[in-house]
């Protein structure tokens, strides 16, 4: 299977406790997208990266959240002193970008749970 | 402010009874319209690309198409299996490469 893949599918954390969630793109794309989806909402934007460069950050992204990419490849989100309103599923997403196409191809998602 | 917005909140069909979902956007120069179906618990999957005014796409029992200010997906008979959230999204008009906006989806739910 060649799609988009994230680790780990699920996360329970004690509030204050940092976490790292991990992104596996598509192998031939350039792009990759973090998103936050909370119940009965669509995704959000976080941040975007093109190749290892973060070129994008929504102000929805505080200064607890920091995101990497080295080398272009996997993606990490991490986010520190986490707060009970960090409860969401954390959706990564990889297009090519080639010739306009904007397509983009979701992995599963990671469900945070803050307690 | 760009803004994505679906109607139905939720749709309740009977299994081949057909139906459209709608998606109206207000962003001042379109560079695509999305359409992805999530099951729950699960990552969007994408269904369809519209990039211009009059074009339409089919996929199955599903034709998504689009005029100047909203998109259409039409279901053709639907089956319980077509049971899902249904999102539309465009690219942000200030981003830069495509980051998405989304609506809050419609519900289907396809009794047999």
């Known amino acids: 299977d060649t799609g988009v893949s994230q680790d780990p599918r699920h996360k329970i954390t004690k509030r204050g406790q940092n976490v790292t969630f991990r992104c596996d793109p598509i192998s031939e794309h350039n792009r990759l997208y973090w998103y936050r989806q909370t119940l009965g909402q669509g995704p959000e934007f976080l941040t975007y990266f093109q190749n290892e460069a973060q070129l994008e950050k929504s102000r929805l992204l505080s200064d607890r959240f920091s995101a990497e990419r080295p080398k272009g490849s996997f993606s990490t989100l991490e986010i520190q002193r986490t707060e009970q309103g960090d409860s969401a599923m954390y959706l990564c997403?990889?297009?090519?970008?080639?010739?306009?196409?904007?397509?983009?191809?979701f992995g599963p998602g990671t469900r945070l749970t803050v307690t | 402010e760009d803004q994505v917005t679906q109607s139905p909140e939720a749709l309740r069909l009977q299994e081949g009874e057909s139906s459209s979902l709608n998606c109206s956007y207000t962003v001042s120069g379109l560079r695509g319209l999305f359409w992805y179906r999530q099951d729950p618990g699960k990552g969007p999957e994408f269904l369809f690309t519209?990039?211009?005014a009059g074009e339409e796409k089919e996929k199955e029992r599903l034709k998504a198409t689009l005029t100047k200010k909203e998109s259409f997906l039409h279901i053709t008979a639907p089956k319980p299996e077509d049971s899902a959230t249904y999102l539309c999204a465009v690219p942000f008009d200030g981003g830069s490469q495509g980051n998405l906006i989304f609506g809050k989806g419609t519900k289907l739910s396809v009794k047999p």
């Open positions: 997403a990889s297009s090519d970008g080639g010739q306009g196409r904007n397509e983009q191809y």
């Open positions: 519209l990039y211009s």
